[in-house]
C-alpha cells in the first residue's frame, strides 16, 4: 500500500518527539511523548509507505546511528531521495563522538556504540560512533549537494529537540 498526499513533512524515528505539523513515523509504537500522542504511523524507514516525490522535507533526529553505516544507511538515504519531491531536503541531526571527547565527555559513553545498550529498547543500540565526517560521507553518494551546517543555525522549521553542539546537522537538497 502507498499514501498517497500532496508535498508533506515526514519526522522519521520520531521516538517520543511528536513535531506537530509533521507525519511522525516510527518503527515503535512504544514511544509515546508526555501528552500521550504516538508515532503517526509505525514503519519501517527502508520502505515508507509514500509515492515517489510526495514529501517536501524529511528529518530524521538521532536516527542513523542506529543503522548499519555500510547497508541500512544506504539504503534508507536511497528510499528517502525516492519520497523528496522537487527540491526537497533532508536534515539528519546524529550525535558527535569527536565534538563530545573535545567538550562533552559526559555524553561519549551515550554516543559509543554498545556502551549503553542495556538503557534502550531491543534493536536501538547505536551501530557505528557518528561524526559529522562519517554522516556527511555517508549522506554525499545519495545527496551530492549535501553539506554540514552548524547545529545552532538549523532553522526552526526543522524539528529539532535541542540544538546543542555534541550534534551534528547535515543538509541534504535534492537536486532539480
Not at 508526555?34 to 503517526?40: A, I, K, L, T, Y
Not at 543503522?67 to 544507511?73: H, K, R, S
Not at 562533552?104 to 534502550?120: F, L, T, Y
Request: glycine share 8%; aromatic share 6%.
Amino acid at each position: 500500500m502507498t499514501i498517497k498526499a500532496n508535498l508533506f513533512r515526514l519526522n522519521l524515528g520520531c521516538g517520543p518527539h511528536y513535531a506537530p505539523g509533521w507525519v511522525n513515523i516510527d518503527r515503535y509504537r512504544e514511544d509515546e511523548v508526555p501528552d500521550g500522542r504516538r508515532p503517526d504511523l509505525i514503519s519501517d524507514i527502508l520502505h515508507l509507505p509514500y509515492d515517489d516525490a510526495s514529501c517536501s522535507r524529511i528529518y530524521m533526529g538521532h536516527l542513523i546511528e542506529h543503522l548499519t553505516l555500510t547497508d541500512e544507511v544506504p539504503r534508507a538515504l536511497i528510499e528517502i531521495r525516492r519520497v523528496l519531491g522537487g527540491e526537497g531536503s533532508l536534515m539528519v541531526v546524529a550525535p558527535d563522538i569527536k565534538r563530545a571527547r573535545e567538550g562533552w565527555p559526559e555524553m561519549v559513553s551515550a554516543i559509543m556504540p554498545g556502551e549503553n545498550d542495556e538503557q534502550h529498547l531491543p534493536g536501538l543500540p547505536h551501530k557505528w560512533a557518528p561524526t559529522e565526517r562519517k554522516v556527511l560521507d555517508a549522506c554525499l553518494p545519495v545527496f551530492p549537494l549535501a553539506m554540514a551546517v552548524p547545529i545552532a543555525d538549523v532553522g526552526q522549521e526543522w524539528p529539532v529537540v535541542n540544538r546543542v553542539g555534541w550534534q551534528s546537522a547535515i543538509w541534504c537538497q535534492r537536486e532539480p
